[in-house]
């Protein structure tokens, strides 16, 4: 009776790094470079000095004066910044949704009369920068503020249609992409039983397309949170501004910039996108690769 052993060698460290290793090493860099400006602001922001020059040691000095002063300064409305941001980026994620997946739906299920030059024209419309169309976007909605003041600058919801009409294109695509992989099969099977376009959409296809709703409702909300430029520019008063707005002021003027203060409230503002990150993280990976396997 033999009795078979076997003895498995161990590798060397060089053929582990050769082989897993240096993944491990690229990974760690990564992190700590992602990381670093994270800390670093979580640091300034607990730094009750008010300035970055003691903030390059990390956490070297803790307090949450910096907190207080950005929630009780009259002066600087937080609690509004932070309501506005969240009305205009919560409304805008919605509507850019529905009416996407409305126009994906159209250019996926349906074919019409310029649906291949709609399709180019979107993709087209996309490279140019939102930046260009600053300057028309002042003067159109500073006409509409003599005509219907309620759209026009200074407003919300005239911030909340400009945003509408800039993300509308890309995230149309994106969905596009997503909804032919859907089978078309489904769509027919569903019109045997006498469903229509409306019912197939919303009881059908809208839950089976949930990775990418929740994919575009999240970067169309972080967007929107993020954004600067457009919303300085209709946003005039203090009361109505958002909170990328308002926390520029805090360091506007470089000799008397509180940084501390502007970053407690960058932290803040970003506790609502981590939330949302989160509950949709089982979405984001489905819902941004699978639109790529089928054109």
Known sequence: MSTDITVRRRRGFGAWFADTGWRHVVAVVVSVFALFPLLYVLSASLNPKGTLTGSNQLFSAIGIDSYVRMLSDPQNPYGLWFMNTLLVAVVTGATTVFIGACAAYAFSRMRFTGRRVGLITIVVVQMFPQLLAVVAIFLLMSTLSDWFPAIGLNTHTGLILVYLGG???????????????????????????????????????????????????????????????????????PEQQTLVVGLTKLVANPRYADWSAFSAGAVMAAIPVMILFLFLQKYIVGGLTAGATKG
């Open 167 to 237: 993300a509308l294109g890309v995230n149309t695509y994106l969905m596009y992409g997503f909804f032919n992989t859907i089978p078309k099969e489904i769509d027919e099977a569903a019109r045997i039983d006498g469903a229509g376009h409306t019912r197939i959409f919303f009881t059908i296809i809208l839950r089976l397309v949930a990775p990418i709703l929740a994919v575009v409702g999240l970067l169309s909300f972080i967007g929107t949170v993020n954004e600067y430029v457009i919303a300085s520019v209709i946003l005039i008063e």
